[in-house]
């Protein structure tokens, strides 16, 4: 499919859209494949999903600027809402569907392993560059890492970053 043809009937299509680029041998791609079902049953109606093979549309992906699959893209008025690569929970899934459907950027949320496989270096990073000196540059280095860990909490984060949204999205072509 072209470029011209997928903006066409991306443009023609009257609900929100959630395209997901994959690959039959792609593992993460299988492994959200469950979490796409659900997703697309329990939006059906209100957001359509398209499945594009990424083996089969390689100059398709070449013109979205794809780099890795699986990737999803969300439309909503046939403009580009969000975007998200790598595989994803199913509360992850869910929640970009209903960004897609509420015309809104999608932030993922990290699950309690996730946040916790952040703490530990974090805290590990803290500890020793306070013990060795204070070494700065660790303290650094750990209160980024502790700050990845709950940035899709912080208030503050997510007003800057929303603007930043604003003033640096793309504006249709007139």
């Known amino acids: 499919m072209r470029q011209s043809a997928f903006d066409l009937k991306l443009r023609k299509n009257p609900r929100p859209v959630v395209v997901e680029f994959w690959a039959p041998w792609c593992g993460p791609c299988k492994m959200m494949a469950p979490f796409l079902k659900k997703a697309e049953a329990e939006f059906n109606g209100k957001v359509d999903l398209w499945r594009i093979n990424a083996d089969e549309e390689q100059d398709l992906i070449r ?32 929640g970009f569907f209903a960004a897609v459907e509420e015309n809104k950027p999608f932030s993922r949320t990290l699950s309690g392993v996730e946040r916790l496989m952040r703490i530990l270096p974090a805290l590990f990073l803290l500890i020793f560059g306070y013990l060795n000196g204070p070494n700065y540059w660790l303290i650094a280095l750990g209160a980024v890492i502790l700050f990845t860990a709950f940035h899709d909490r912080c208030p503050i984060y997510k007003a800057v970053t929303a ?3 604003e003033k640096f999205r793309k504006k249709p072509a007139e």
């Open 63 to 94: 013109s979205m600027g794809i780099r890795g699959i699986p990737t999803m893209i969300g439309y909503n008025k046939g403009q580009e809402v969000t975007r998200r690569t790598g595989a994803m929970t199913a509360e992850n899934v869910l």
């Open 163 to 165: 603007q930043l949204r």
